[in-house]
């Protein structure tokens, strides 16, 4: 099962879409606290996060997921809009296992995708 934790609709809807149609299970929130919920919950191979939500930010939710013992090796990738040069390298840095950049590449987006959640 992959989450995807974006507030965006349309990126939420296309993200869906395009990984509902390779067979994945995809479950989607617009917002890191329930994002983490669902985590704790659900324990999804892969989490697609936005970095710049609504209420808590992706980065806070990482520390927050990466903190607790029992989810810390969930397999989470960042996807943003964010790619300023220095950006990435921070990604990276605060612990996400992949960085995808909004507008998604789609095969650029799968092959990331099916590489961390069939790695986990």
Do not use: W
């Amino acid at each position: 099962m992959i989450l995807i934790v974006e507030d965006d609709e349309k990126s939420r809807r296309l993200m869906v879409d395009v990984l509902s149609h390779q067979g994945y299970r995809v479950v989607e929130t617009n917002n890191a606290e329930d994002g983490i919920d669902i985590v704790r919950r659900e324990r999804p191979a892969l989490v697609l996060m936005d970095i710049h939500l609504p209420g808590m930010s992706g980065m806070d939710a990482l520390r927050e997921i990466r903190a607790d013992e029992s989810i810390k090796m969930t397999r989470i990738m960042a996807i943003t809009a964010s790619v300023m040069g220095n950006d990435r390298p921070k990604i990276k840095a605060a612990g996400f296992d992949g960085f995808e950049p909004k507008p998604i590449n789609l095969k650029a987006f799968l092959s990331a995708v099916k590489e961390l959640a069939h790695s986990a």
